[in-house]
């Protein structure tokens, strides 16, 4: 049965061609004042001013919404940690005491301290855990979200990650999109050698995931200490030879040459991006890459230095905006928030930072073309928010002013 949401105030659809939105392009919302949606069979059928939807000849007959407020096409938040078993309540106490990343990396915090709980987690637990924090992403509107592994970093426990996204999508009306980060950093077993890591992860991992189709997307975490931007090229170049699409972190805490390293190897997007200079951002244009930013992680990081928004775009590199959601550095699944942060701290207008949180957060993960925009024949993904003009999503921080969501044109969450 075809439903009418009406009354809308303010509608962003988006729409606009088939591609990432870059430079000025990324200010284009596609405002509709007083605006409605039609929807049927998980599809948009019409959106626009509200009386020409109205008279389209499925409306007469829909289930008609009364929503009211601002409405956007549901957030695509393309990167996420969301599977961990236990929050790290010590680093955190570690870093509000002072400790900085690296130090609390020294001290046996840090990504090795997930370890254990994901290892020792059943994969129904896990999946169950899963879905209950997609049900508070989707209640602060968002539709779709990436999700990695990296906190097994073994064959069996970064592949028990992989199923219990799969597992979770029984679960929740959250889609989610599975990215393989075994290269998160080297585990306890092989003693930091790095070579021997990729090596395993090459010879045993990439494969398997592979073949039971796990993964749509491999990354790295390409830093000092981590994984070289050699590494980085050769390693992403295989998960492509095996289909899967590549991703880096990179430019996260220094400026490593993460970026071009995985431009090199044809990166879907550069995620962080903090530290880029302008060769790096070069090298995104010219690779189609996407860079995705993720600033409530320098937020609750207390960093002074934010990604350099402004440089990229004014570049021509499509921006994307996401969580980062994971226990060490962002323990944020509210998409709304990371606006706000953008706005504030990286100089992006509430146009550019809107586009990078629906449109480019798509793009970003390959989903362009059909989510991240309201238009006809695309998902019906909406979300709607109590309030009279969309720059209040950006403006007010702290809470959510999501009321209503949509995911494939059914409602997941009123309040
Ligand atoms: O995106 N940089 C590496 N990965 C995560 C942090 C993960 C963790 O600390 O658990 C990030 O910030
Ligand atoms: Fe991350």
């Known amino acids: 049965?075809?439903?009418l949401f009406?009354?809308?105030?303010?509608?962003?659809?988006?729409?606009?061609?088939?591609?990432?939105?870059?430079g000025t392009a990324m200010r284009e919302t596609g405002l509709v004042s007083n605006a409605a949606v039609l929807v049927e069979n998980g599809v948009v059928e019409a959106a626009g001013p509200r009386a020409a939807v109205h008279r389209h000849r499925l409306a007469k007959k829909a289930k008609v919404v009364e929503v009211g407020g601002v409405c956007l096409p549901g957030f695509v938040d393309s990167h996420t940690h969301m599977v961990f078993a236990e929050p790290r309540l010590k680093d955190f106490s570690m870093r509000a005491a002072g400790?900085?990343?690296?130090?609390?990396?020294?001290a046996g915090g840090g990504i090795v301290s997930s370890i254990d709980a994901i290892r020792r987690q059943a994969p129904g637990a896990m999946a169950a855990q899963l879905a209950g924090r997609a049900a508070r992403f989707l209640?602060?509107?968002?539709?779709?979200?990436e999700v990695k592994s990296g906190y097994g970093l073994s064959l069996e426990s970064e592949l028990k990650m992989l199923r219990a996204v799969r597992g979770a999508k029984k679960l929740?009306?959250?889609?989610m999109v599975p990215t393989l980060l075994a290269a998160h950093t080297v585990p306890p077993e092989f003693a930091g050698d790095a070579r021997k890591y990729l090596a395993h992860i090459a010879a045993e991992i990439l494969p398997k995931a592979a073949a039971e189709k796990l993964a749509v997307f491999a990354d790295i975490f390409c830093e000092k200490g981590y994984f070289t931007p050699e590494q980085?090229?050769?390693y992403l170049k295989e998960a492509a030879r095996l289909g899967l699409k590549p991703k880096a972190h990179a430019e996260q805490l220094s400026n490593y040459g993460g970026t071009r390293a995985a431009a090199a190897a044809g990166a879907v997007s550069v995620d962080h991006a903090d530290h880029v200079f302008a060769e790096d951002i070069a090298a995104m244009r010219d690779s189609g890459t996407i860079a995705a930013l993720l600033p409530a992680s320098n937020y609750y990081l207390g960093l002074s230095k934010y990604p350099p928004a402004r440089e990229i775009i004014a570049e021509g590199v499509p921006v994307a905006l996401a969580t980062d959601f994971n226990p060490g550095t962002c323990p944020c699944w509210n998409m709304q928030f990371v606006l706000s942060v953008a706005c504030t701290h990286c100089g992006m207008t509430p146009e550019e930072a809107l586009c990078a949180s629906t449109v480019n957060g798509a793009w970003a993960l390959g989903l362009g073309g059909s989510r991240g925009v309201v238009a006809p024949g695309r998902k019906a993904d909406l979300a709607f928010f109590a309030a009279d003009d969309y720059r209040e999503l950006c403006y007010y921080f702290g809470a959510n002013q999501c009321s209503l969501t949509v995911k494939n044109g059914r409602i997941v969450h009123s309040v």
């Open 6 to 22: 009406t009354g809308i105030k303010q509608l962003l659809t988006f729409a606009g061609d088939d591609a990432p939105r870059a």
């Open 232 to 234: 980085t090229t050769a």
């Open 139 to 145: 209640a602060c509107g968002t539709t779709t979200a």
């Open 172 to 175: 929740t009306p959250l889609e």
């Open 1 to 3: 049965m075809a439903v």
């Open 99 to 106: 400790a900085s990343y690296q130090e609390i990396r020294a």
